[in-house]
């Protein structure tokens, strides 16, 4: 049975940090594509960041480069984001997903490729 357990987040000041981890179980070795998705309110659910099962490739939107940073260890199969110099825009639900097949880098971090969802984890960056 595939479960993510997404952790970490919390109220936070802007300019703060915040590390996510989303730890999984029953994870295939033969995913494709596991990646971080928000969803704020009133808003579509948006992909933060993903990375292919190698670590070979990563994307961010444009939104958080330079700022965020994902991570996985995939003999522990935890993903991780490591949020720096966060915003009020920042605040949001953050979920992990896992998606199976190829995919072009322009969209592997597409919301609608994925299927398996954690439960999600809330961020709040505010003063």
């Known amino acids: 049975q595939l479960k993510f357990v997404e952790s970490g987040g919390g109220l936070v000041q802007p300019g703060g940090s915040l590390r996510l981890s989303c730890a999984a179980s029953g994870l295939p070795l033969d995913y494709s594509v596991i990646g971080w998705f928000r969803q704020a309110p009133g808003k579509e659910r948006e992909g933060v960041s993903c990375i292919t099962r190698s670590g070979d490739t990563t994307t961010y939107t444009n939104s958080v480069k330079g700022r965020f940073t994902i991570a996985r260890d995939n003999v522990k199969n935890t993903l991780y984001l490591q949020m720096n110099s966060l915003k009020p825009e920042d605040t949001a639900v953050y979920y992990c997903?896992?998606?199976?097949?190829?995919?072009?880098?322009?969209?592997?971090?597409?919301?609608?490729?994925?299927?398996?969802w954690g439960q999600g984890t809330q961020v709040t960056v505010s003063s």
């Open positions: 997903a896992v998606r199976w097949g190829t995919t072009p880098v322009q969209t592997m971090c597409d919301p609608q490729r994925f299927k398996y």
